[in-house]
């Protein structure tokens, strides 16, 4: 049984750059793909980052390309989001995703993730 233990979620000033972790256990990273999706208040879920943990290929949406920074620890399963300059726009609640190998390292479609998170809630708010 995989297990997710997602980092607190919160509040966050316009401008802020707090990050993300989520460890699995009950898992082995080593050759899948992990990474984040968001769901915005009222939207549907969107494909924030992913990487692949057995070459380090690196995805991230439009919206997040150049602010957003992922990486991952494969020798403790576990993936983070680093997010900076954060807008209000950046408001959702965030999973955490796993896509089994073999995957793809571009979050597309949902029904790409084998595994989700319970979901971290942030807030961008002044």
């Known amino acids: 049984q995989v297990h997710f233990e997602e980092s607190r979620g919160g509040s966050v000033q316009p401008g802020g750059s707090p990050r993300l972790s989520c460890v699995l256990s009950?898992?082995?990273?080593?050759?899948?793909?992990m990474g984040w999706f968001r769901q915005a208040p009222g939207e549907g879920r969107e494909g924030v980052a992913v990487v692949y943990t057995a070459g380090g290929s690196i995805w991230y949406g439009d919206s997040v390309q150049g602010r957003f920074t992922i990486s991952e620890d494969n020798a403790n399963n576990a993936v983070y989001l680093q997010m900076n300059n954060l807008k209000p726009e950046d408001t959702a609640m965030y999973y955490c995703a796993v896509d089994l190998a073999p995957c793809q390292v571009r979050w597309s479609r949902l029904d790409q993730v084998d595994y989700w998170g319970n979901g971290i809630k942030v807030t961008i708010s002044s």
């Open positions: 009950g898992y082995s990273s080593s050759g899948n793909c």
